[in-house]
């Protein structure tokens, strides 16, 4: 096994005993305030006018500084000034998200010569030329990308083209919207520290300051390991509870023995088939029907006795238990997939949405509570851990299509049948093979991680 560049995942702790109302009260000021600065960073920022700006965004952490709501909060400058940035951050996915939108619709755009797609491109990507046509002011560049600039432009109808891109800009750009979410905040080294309580050296846990000068409050965690990352704490009021998110860097294992294509067929009862016919998750059906029916009878009883209902704690509290337990065995299950199947690449069709019309409320609670979007990003975050390719491919009639001989066949419950060759084989293991036909044609959506660092969407 060799060891390449590391990727990011989040991993989390958690309170060991109920975290006071006083104290709960504090953190929840907290996060009330710092949910009001990013809501003004929004509102004055997420504007065109403010794009020259926004980069590296220095100007904007000295015009809140002289904006006076730091004051007026009382608020310490250690969580003050991670709001701003982070609301910041906000706004640059969200126009990365507009350009990439409009790259893409000019890619398929039939109206537009190649020589008016590369001259929009290329304004996409120059982040100065972008700010000057959006904001109606002269494009100027360094020198050597201004003399390209200027080839390009003379190519074409540029200011024509530039009206078009900000049509494309007022069509597609949404504003990031104010938060009224006070579910938690960010907090850098400077704001807390892990230790033993003063009180009592049996208890270890995390100091995370207030807005009391020089107060912290002390919270017991369940493990005893410290970081020195920029941690986000996320509130639990109705549980007095925190869980604190850690992202930390994995290193990238790369395994020589890997090197077989597999197909996966996915499901709400067996989580994965493969194309040999091995099933990975088989005890899923049964965690997500006990949490879908404990979820779906208390939501009943919540409703009926809305009036009388002292409150909604031990259902979150049972709910969490359903959901740790049914996503610990996700996770073992994904491992033990990997190191059982030792793939190289892994083609799987595209999921369906939760659109599916049935007659029984119930299995349609069950289909829009299925945790395939859990399932997905667990794969996919293990895929990119050891270094294993995962592709999409199309999901059409994976299913029906049979996989011997291409015909449209039938099935029954869980068995497949083609009339035209009389190929007959469960259908999860029909749908599997499908899908890694299709991804040997090249019939793929989209490589969700592709090694050799040539992709990640």
Not at 406 to 418: E, H, I, L
Request: aromatic content about 10%; some cysteine.
């Amino acid at each position: 096994m060799i060891h390449k560049e590391a990727v990011c995942r989040t991993i989390h702790q958690y309170n060991k005993e109920p975290v006071s109302d006083e104290d709960m009260g504090k953190l929840r000021e907290i996060a009330k305030d710092y949910r009001q600065v990013k809501n003004y960073v929004y509102t004055r920022y997420g504007g065109i006018g403010s794009l020259p700006k926004l980069y590296p965004g220095y100007t904007i952490q000295n015009e809140m500084t002289q904006s006076g709501l730091r004051a007026e909060l009382a608020m310490p400058s250690v969580y003050f000034y991670r709001a701003v940035f982070d609301a910041l951050g906000d706004i640059k996915s969200q126009w990365s998200r507009t350009k990439s939108r409009i790259l893409k619709l000019t890619g398929q755009n039939q109206n537009l010569t190649a020589e008016e797609k590369h001259y929009i491109r290329f304004l996409l990507k120059s982040k100065n030329a972008f700010e000057a046509v959006l904001n109606g002011s002269e494009i100027d560049l360094p020198h050597e990308m201004q003399l390209k600039y200027d080839i390009l432009a003379g190519a074409v109808d540029a200011e024509k083209l530039q009206r078009y891109l900000r049509r494309q800009v007022r069509k597609y750009h949404v504003r990031y919207q104010n938060t009224e979410s006070e579910q938690g905040f960010s907090i850098t080294e400077r704001a807390y520290r892990y230790g033993r309580n003063v009180g009592s050296r049996e208890k270890y846990g995390i100091y995370i300051a207030t807005k009391e000068n020089r107060k912290r409050i002390f919270i017991p965690l369940t493990d005893e390991n410290a970081y020195k990352k920029q941690l986000y704490i996320r509130l639990k009021p109705d549980e007095n509870g925190i869980e604190i998110d850690i992202p930390i860097e994995t290193r990238v294992r790369v395994h020589k023995d890997y090197t077989n294509e597999i197909g996966l067929s996915a499901g709400i009862w067996c989580m994965f088939t493969t194309d040999e016919g091995s099933t990975y998750g088989g005890q899923f059906g049964e965690l997500h029907k006990e949490l879908a029916e404990y979820m779906y009878a208390a939501g009943q009883t919540y409703r009926r006795e809305k009036a009388n209902n002292a409150g909604r704690r031990k259902y979150r509290a049972r709910k969490a238990k359903l959901d740790a337990k049914l996503e610990t065995y996700v996770n073992q299950e994904i491992n033990r997939m990997l190191l059982t199947e030792k793939p190289k690449v892994i083609y799987i069709p595209k999921l369906p949405g939760n659109s599916l019309a049935r007659h029984d409320r119930k299995i349609n609670y069950s289909v829009s509570v299925w945790r395939k979007g859990y399932i997905r990003e667990r794969l996919n975050q293990k895929c990119r851990e050891n270094s294993v390719e995962i592709v999409e491919v199309m999901g059409k009639a994976v299913s029906t299509e049979c996989s011997r001989c291409g015909a449209q066949g039938k099935y029954g419950k869980n068995v497949f049948r083609c009339a035209d060759c009389g190929y007959e084989t469960d259908k999860k293991i029909n749908a599997a093979r499908n899908a890694l036909k299709r991804g040997r044609a090249g019939q793929k959506i989209n490589a969700v991680y592709i090694k050799d660092e040539e992709t990640v969407q």
